[in-house]
T-cell receptor
Protein backbone atom coordinates (compact mmCIF):
# COMPACT_ATOMS: atom_id res chain seq x y z
CA UNK A 1 0.00 0.00 0.00
CA UNK A 2 1.10 3.54 -0.64
CA UNK A 3 0.91 6.35 1.85
CA UNK A 4 1.59 10.08 1.63
CA UNK A 5 2.15 12.13 4.77
CA UNK A 6 1.82 15.90 4.91
CA UNK A 7 1.89 17.06 8.52
CA UNK A 8 2.68 20.76 8.36
CA UNK A 9 0.02 23.06 9.74
CA UNK A 10 -1.02 26.04 7.69
CA UNK A 11 2.03 27.72 6.22
CA UNK A 12 2.60 31.44 5.83
CA UNK A 13 5.20 33.12 3.65
CA UNK A 14 5.99 36.68 2.77
CA UNK A 15 5.54 37.67 -0.85
CA UNK A 16 8.73 37.19 -2.90
CA UNK A 17 10.26 34.80 -0.38
CA UNK A 18 10.81 31.06 -0.87
CA UNK A 19 8.84 28.39 0.98
CA UNK A 20 9.25 24.63 1.37
CA UNK A 21 6.25 22.32 1.70
CA UNK A 22 7.06 18.91 3.18
CA UNK A 23 5.99 15.51 1.91
CA UNK A 24 7.05 12.05 2.99
CA UNK A 25 5.86 8.85 1.42
CA UNK A 26 5.84 5.14 1.96
CA UNK A 27 5.78 2.46 -0.69
CA UNK A 28 7.25 -0.95 -1.33
CA UNK A 29 7.39 -0.31 -5.07
CA UNK A 30 10.74 0.32 -6.72
CA UNK A 31 9.29 2.34 -9.57
CA UNK A 32 6.88 5.14 -8.80
CA UNK A 33 6.10 8.75 -9.52
CA UNK A 34 5.60 11.69 -7.20
CA UNK A 35 3.39 14.66 -7.99
CA UNK A 36 2.50 18.00 -6.50
CA UNK A 37 -0.85 19.64 -7.18
CA UNK A 38 -2.22 23.05 -6.28
CA UNK A 39 -5.88 23.48 -5.42
CA UNK A 40 -7.13 27.07 -5.22
CA UNK A 41 -10.46 27.91 -3.68
CA UNK A 42 -12.15 27.28 -7.04
CA UNK A 43 -11.54 23.56 -6.48
CA UNK A 44 -9.63 22.57 -9.61
CA UNK A 45 -6.51 20.45 -9.10
CA UNK A 46 -3.62 22.04 -10.98
CA UNK A 47 -0.56 19.94 -11.78
CA UNK A 48 2.70 21.58 -10.69
CA UNK A 49 5.60 19.15 -10.90
CA UNK A 50 6.50 15.49 -11.32
CA UNK A 51 9.45 13.38 -10.12
CA UNK A 52 10.12 9.81 -11.18
CA UNK A 53 11.74 7.50 -8.67
CA UNK A 54 14.60 6.75 -11.05
CA UNK A 55 15.20 10.35 -12.09
CA UNK A 56 18.69 11.31 -11.04
CA UNK A 57 18.06 15.03 -11.01
CA UNK A 58 15.53 16.93 -8.97
CA UNK A 59 12.62 18.14 -11.06
CA UNK A 60 12.14 21.85 -11.73
CA UNK A 61 9.25 23.69 -13.38
CA UNK A 62 9.62 27.45 -13.38
CA UNK A 63 9.36 28.66 -9.76
CA UNK A 64 8.70 25.13 -8.52
CA UNK A 65 11.37 22.62 -7.66
CA UNK A 66 11.16 19.26 -5.98
CA UNK A 67 13.74 18.30 -3.35
CA UNK A 68 13.72 14.53 -3.81
CA UNK A 69 15.55 12.46 -1.19
CA UNK A 70 14.85 8.86 -2.08
CA UNK A 71 16.58 7.27 0.90
CA UNK A 72 14.55 9.43 3.27
CA UNK A 73 11.41 8.94 1.17
CA UNK A 74 10.76 12.63 1.03
CA UNK A 75 9.65 14.84 -1.86
CA UNK A 76 9.46 18.41 -0.65
CA UNK A 77 8.14 21.17 -2.88
CA UNK A 78 10.07 24.43 -2.99
CA UNK A 79 8.32 27.52 -4.30
CA UNK A 80 10.66 30.40 -5.01
CA UNK A 81 9.67 34.06 -5.16
CA UNK A 82 6.18 33.50 -3.72
CA UNK A 83 3.30 35.39 -5.27
CA UNK A 84 -0.09 36.28 -3.82
CA UNK A 85 -1.66 33.88 -6.33
CA UNK A 86 0.23 30.99 -4.75
CA UNK A 87 -2.18 31.05 -1.80
CA UNK A 88 -3.94 27.67 -2.04
CA UNK A 89 -3.98 24.09 -0.81
CA UNK A 90 -1.05 21.98 -1.97
CA UNK A 91 -1.22 18.22 -2.30
CA UNK A 92 1.55 15.68 -2.66
CA UNK A 93 0.57 12.49 -4.48
CA UNK A 94 2.13 9.31 -5.80
CA UNK A 95 1.40 6.43 -8.14
CA UNK A 96 2.97 3.10 -8.84
CA UNK A 97 4.70 2.49 -12.13
CA UNK A 98 4.60 -1.26 -11.86
CA UNK A 99 3.34 -2.94 -15.00
CA UNK A 100 -0.31 -3.73 -14.59
CA UNK A 101 -0.67 -1.66 -11.44
CA UNK A 102 -3.61 0.63 -11.10
CA UNK A 103 -2.48 4.05 -12.20
CA UNK A 104 -4.50 5.84 -9.53
CA UNK A 105 -2.96 8.63 -7.50
CA UNK A 106 -2.71 8.42 -3.72
CA UNK A 107 -2.89 11.86 -2.11
CA UNK A 108 -1.78 13.34 1.18
CA UNK A 109 -4.04 15.51 3.31
CA UNK A 110 -2.62 18.70 1.90
CA UNK A 111 -1.05 21.87 3.23
CA UNK A 112 -2.62 25.34 3.21
CA UNK A 113 -0.24 28.04 2.04
CA UNK A 114 -1.00 31.70 2.59
CA UNK A 115 1.17 34.35 0.98
CA UNK A 116 1.31 37.68 2.82
CA UNK A 117 1.78 40.95 0.89
CA UNK B 1 -10.31 20.17 -26.28
CA UNK B 2 -11.15 22.25 -23.22
CA UNK B 3 -10.06 19.75 -20.59
CA UNK B 4 -12.10 17.58 -18.24
CA UNK B 5 -15.67 18.77 -17.78
CA UNK B 6 -17.90 17.91 -14.87
CA UNK B 7 -21.58 18.57 -14.53
CA UNK B 8 -23.18 19.90 -12.44
CA UNK B 9 -20.72 22.10 -10.53
CA UNK B 10 -22.96 22.14 -7.49
CA UNK B 11 -25.77 19.89 -6.33
CA UNK B 12 -27.94 20.23 -3.26
CA UNK B 13 -30.18 17.28 -2.55
CA UNK B 14 -32.35 15.99 0.24
CA UNK B 15 -31.28 12.94 2.16
CA UNK B 16 -32.60 9.80 0.56
CA UNK B 17 -32.68 11.17 -2.99
CA UNK B 18 -30.61 9.81 -5.86
CA UNK B 19 -28.08 11.97 -7.67
CA UNK B 20 -26.04 11.48 -10.83
CA UNK B 21 -22.91 13.30 -11.89
CA UNK B 22 -21.32 13.38 -15.31
CA UNK B 23 -17.68 13.61 -16.37
CA UNK B 24 -16.39 14.24 -19.89
CA UNK B 25 -12.67 13.46 -20.06
CA UNK B 26 -10.08 14.70 -22.52
CA UNK B 27 -11.01 12.92 -25.73
CA UNK B 28 -7.68 11.16 -26.30
CA UNK B 29 -7.45 9.90 -22.70
CA UNK B 30 -8.54 6.29 -22.26
CA UNK B 31 -8.35 6.25 -18.45
CA UNK B 32 -10.88 7.92 -16.19
CA UNK B 33 -10.88 8.19 -12.40
CA UNK B 34 -13.36 9.29 -9.77
CA UNK B 35 -12.18 10.72 -6.46
CA UNK B 36 -14.03 12.05 -3.43
CA UNK B 37 -12.69 14.94 -1.39
CA UNK B 38 -14.14 15.96 1.95
CA UNK B 39 -13.41 19.30 3.56
CA UNK B 40 -9.80 19.69 4.64
CA UNK B 41 -8.73 16.33 3.22
CA UNK B 42 -6.98 15.11 0.11
CA UNK B 43 -8.86 13.36 -2.69
CA UNK B 44 -9.63 9.69 -2.05
CA UNK B 45 -9.77 7.21 -4.90
CA UNK B 46 -13.21 5.78 -5.67
CA UNK B 47 -12.98 3.97 -8.99
CA UNK B 48 -11.10 3.76 -12.26
CA UNK B 49 -11.94 2.92 -15.86
CA UNK B 50 -9.75 2.00 -18.77
CA UNK B 51 -11.88 2.53 -21.85
CA UNK B 52 -15.29 1.14 -20.86
CA UNK B 53 -13.97 -1.41 -18.36
CA UNK B 54 -14.18 -0.60 -14.66
CA UNK B 55 -10.90 -2.03 -13.41
CA UNK B 56 -10.94 -1.15 -9.74
CA UNK B 57 -13.37 0.04 -7.10
CA UNK B 58 -12.36 1.30 -3.69
CA UNK B 59 -14.03 -0.14 -0.62
CA UNK B 60 -15.17 3.46 -0.10
CA UNK B 61 -17.57 2.83 -2.96
CA UNK B 62 -20.51 1.37 -1.10
CA UNK B 63 -23.42 -0.47 -2.70
CA UNK B 64 -25.19 2.86 -3.05
CA UNK B 65 -22.55 4.10 -5.47
CA UNK B 66 -22.32 3.03 -9.09
CA UNK B 67 -20.20 4.31 -11.92
CA UNK B 68 -20.40 3.66 -15.63
CA UNK B 69 -18.48 4.53 -18.75
CA UNK B 70 -20.62 2.84 -21.39
CA UNK B 71 -18.79 3.83 -24.56
CA UNK B 72 -15.39 4.55 -23.15
CA UNK B 73 -15.95 8.28 -23.36
CA UNK B 74 -17.99 10.13 -20.71
CA UNK B 75 -18.69 8.60 -17.31
CA UNK B 76 -21.49 8.90 -14.78
CA UNK B 77 -21.36 8.45 -11.02
CA UNK B 78 -24.67 7.74 -9.32
CA UNK B 79 -25.33 7.84 -5.60
CA UNK B 80 -28.56 6.24 -4.47
CA UNK B 81 -30.35 7.05 -1.21
CA UNK B 82 -27.95 9.86 -0.38
CA UNK B 83 -26.77 10.35 3.20
CA UNK B 84 -25.34 13.42 4.86
CA UNK B 85 -21.94 11.73 4.92
CA UNK B 86 -21.95 11.76 1.12
CA UNK B 87 -21.52 15.53 1.17
CA UNK B 88 -18.18 16.14 -0.54
CA UNK B 89 -16.48 17.30 -3.71
CA UNK B 90 -16.49 14.60 -6.38
CA UNK B 91 -13.53 14.97 -8.71
CA UNK B 92 -13.04 13.33 -12.06
CA UNK B 93 -9.66 12.97 -13.74
CA UNK B 94 -8.44 11.44 -16.97
CA UNK B 95 -5.11 10.21 -18.26
CA UNK B 96 -3.55 8.23 -21.06
CA UNK B 97 -2.24 4.71 -20.73
CA UNK B 98 0.83 5.77 -22.67
CA UNK B 99 3.50 5.11 -20.07
CA UNK B 100 5.54 8.06 -21.24
CA UNK B 101 2.69 10.44 -20.48
CA UNK B 102 3.35 10.84 -16.78
CA UNK B 103 2.11 14.41 -16.86
CA UNK B 104 -1.18 13.30 -18.20
CA UNK B 105 -3.50 13.46 -15.23
CA UNK B 106 -6.03 16.22 -15.83
CA UNK B 107 -8.67 16.98 -13.26
CA UNK B 108 -12.05 18.54 -13.69
CA UNK B 109 -13.32 21.32 -11.45
CA UNK B 110 -15.43 18.87 -9.51
CA UNK B 111 -19.04 18.54 -8.45
CA UNK B 112 -19.77 19.75 -4.95
CA UNK B 113 -22.56 17.72 -3.37
CA UNK B 114 -24.44 18.91 -0.32
CA UNK B 115 -26.95 16.54 1.26
CA UNK B 116 -29.43 18.27 3.54
Amino acid sequence: AQKITQTQPGMFVQEKEAVTLDCTYDTSDQSYGLFWYKQPSSGEMIFLIYQGSYDEQNATEGRYSLNFQKARKSANLVISASQLGDSAMYFCAMRSHLTGANSKLTFGKGITLSVRP
Amino acid sequence: DTGVSQDPRHKITKRGQNVTFRCDPISEHNRLYWYRQTLGQGPEFLTYFQNEAQLEKSRLLSDRFSAERPKGSFSTLEIQRTEQGDSAMYLCASSSSDRTDYYGYTFGSGTRLTVV
